[in-house]
């Protein structure tokens, strides 16, 4: 099992920027791939940026790329998503994934073997 604990939500205004992280634990040998996904009120949970565990590559949705930055820590034991030039749009709850798969499925829910509780993001305008 892998357990994944996200942090860092909260309010903001419109043009400031956030970071979250979420803590890897468990058995994580073997996981290739980490993403962070949100899911407005109503709405299905969508991507928004992946990183390979391994060889550390990163893919971002259209609205993500440019103000958002998925990285990992050297110890391989924390993501974070730098979110920057926050919209009310990017309000959401915030979930990061972790998956044993390795390709090109990365922005699929369905790709995610584990998923944190999420942390809610809310920016005003």
């Known amino acids: 099992q892998v357990q994944l604990v996200e942090s860092g939500g909260g309010l903001v205004q419109a043009g400031d920027s956030l970071r979250l992280s979420c803590a890897v634990s468990?058995?994580?040998?073997?996981?290739?791939?980490m993403g962070w996904f949100r899911q407005r009120p109503g709405e299905e949970r969508v991507f928004v940026a992946a990183?390979?565990?391994?060889?550390?590559?990163?893919n971002y949705a259209d609205d993500a790329r440019g103000r958002f930055t998925i990285s990992r820590d050297n110890a391989r034991s924390t993501m974070a998503l730098q979110m920057n030039s926050l919209k009310s749009e990017d309000t959401a709850v915030y979930y990061c994934?972790?998956?044993?798969?390795?390709?090109?499925?990365?922005?699929?829910?369905?790709?995610?073997?584990?998923w944190g509780q999420g942390t809610q993001v809310t920016v005003s305008s």
């Open positions: 994934g972790a998956s044993r798969n390795y390709g090109g499925g990365y922005a699929r829910t369905t790709w995610y073997e584990y």
């Open positions: 990183l390979s565990w391994t060889s550390g590559r990163k």
């Open positions: 468990g058995h994580t040998s073997g996981l290739e791939t």
